[in-house]
């Protein structure tokens, strides 16, 4: 069955590392979106991408970076990890532009020490 | 910009209760709106959507209606169960954009 995983599903980092969070679909999807969960706030946008090689930025892209070489990954990168940055990643993908509707990773919890 | 509001959770209820969780929005022109469900330790779901006003929404026996008068697309269900716990959110998307903005979700915990 086709799916989207997120790795690692845990990390703990210190303050100006940085840390790299892998997202992988295997449904073929053009659009790709990372969002950050935190308390009060529900999902933020950081960074999305409609295809190879497109990547733009979300409401919260400051610190935050990504890249896409091929359709199934979506890697995002902290290029110095803040305590700021502590949070749940969750990826999405689609490829329906009529229905919008989005299928989520199970998130990655991380902590910036 | 575009946004959305729903009630403070959380929200305890015992089983076979009645749910609403209100959700409000604010955008230009005719968005989509989106439940989504996020149960503990997973990713979000899709849970219902309506494109158009007066749409409703259903599954799992929730349901929604787009009103567009009152700019609203609250949650119902008749009679929930333990299952339903989780976290809701309720989203809209703008025509010819694939970006969603997420309201702060609200907490449900059903009791048996």
């Known amino acids: 069955d086709a799916e989207i995983t997120q790795s690692p599903r845990h990390k703990i980092t210190e303050t100006g590392r940085q840390v790299t969070l892998a997202c992988h679909q295997t449904w073929n999807h053009n659009n790709m979106f990372w969002y950050r969960q935190d308390l009060g706030h529900g999902l933020r946008l950081i960074h999305y991408s409609y295809g190879v090689q497109d990547t733009n930025k979300g409401e919260v892209s400051d610190g935050y970076s990504v890249s896409r070489s091929n359709t199934e990954d979506l890697p995002l990168t902290l290029e110095s990890a803040a305590s700021s940055q502590t949070s749940v990643y969750f990826c999405?993908?689609?490829?329906?532009?009529?229905?919008?509707?989005?299928?989520f990773g199970p998130g990655t919890r991380l902590t910036v020490l | 910009g575009d946004s959305v509001t729903q009630m403070e959770g959380p929200v305890t209820l015992s089983e076979e209760a009645f749910l609403t969780i209100n959700c409000t929005y604010t955008a230009t022109g005719y968005p989509s709106l989106f439940w989504y469900v996020q149960y503990p330790g997973e990713g979000l779901q899709l849970l219902l959507k309506a494109t158009k006003a007066d749409d409703k929404g259903s599954n799992k026996g929730f349901e929604a209606t787009y009103r567009k008068e009152t700019t609203s697309f609250h949650l119902e269900k008749g009679s929930v169960q333990v299952s339903d716990s989780a976290v809701y959110f309720c989203a809209l998307r703008q025509g010819g954009s694939e970006k969603l903005v997420f309201g702060k979700g609200t907490k449900l915990t059903v009791n048996p």
């Open positions: 999405a993908s689609s490829d329906d532009l009529v229905s919008g509707r989005k299928y």
